[in-house]
């Protein structure tokens, strides 16, 4: 089992930034990757971003030169910073785990105001 634990959402003005957290606890060896999705009202959840266990990443186009994942193993924590955010990127953001399984958090809001 994964615990998946998010932080860091908010209300932010557009182009403004926020960081998110995620603390990932558990049988933290079975993960074979971390990644941020997300889901705005009425729409699926999508892709955001995903950091593989060698460090390799990959993004949404939507996203891309604007948000950047990174993680600390000595914390078991992933973060996704959110530069020149948009009203567009509004949504709850959820964290995942790929291990044996899927994981998920429970997710973070976040809002962009115009």
């Known amino acids: 089992q994964v615990q998946l634990v998010e932080s860091g959402g908010g209300l932010v003005q557009a182009g403004g930034s926020l960081r998110l957290s995620c603390a990932a606890s558990g049988s933290i060896f079975s993960i074979k990757a971390m990644g941020w999705y997300r889901q705005a009202p009425g729409k699926q959840r999508e892709l955001v971003a995903i950091i593989g266990s060698g460090g390799s990443t990959n993004y949404a186009n939507s996203v891309k030169g604007r948000f950047t994942i990174s993680r600390d193993g000595a914390k078991n924590t992933v973060y996704l910073q959110m530069n020149s955010l948009k009203p567009e990127d509004t949504a709850v953001y959820y964290c995942?785990?790929?291990?044996?399984?899927?994981?998920w958090g429970k997710g973070t809001l976040v809002t962009v105001s115009s």
């Open positions: 995942n785990a790929l291990a044996f399984m899927n994981y």
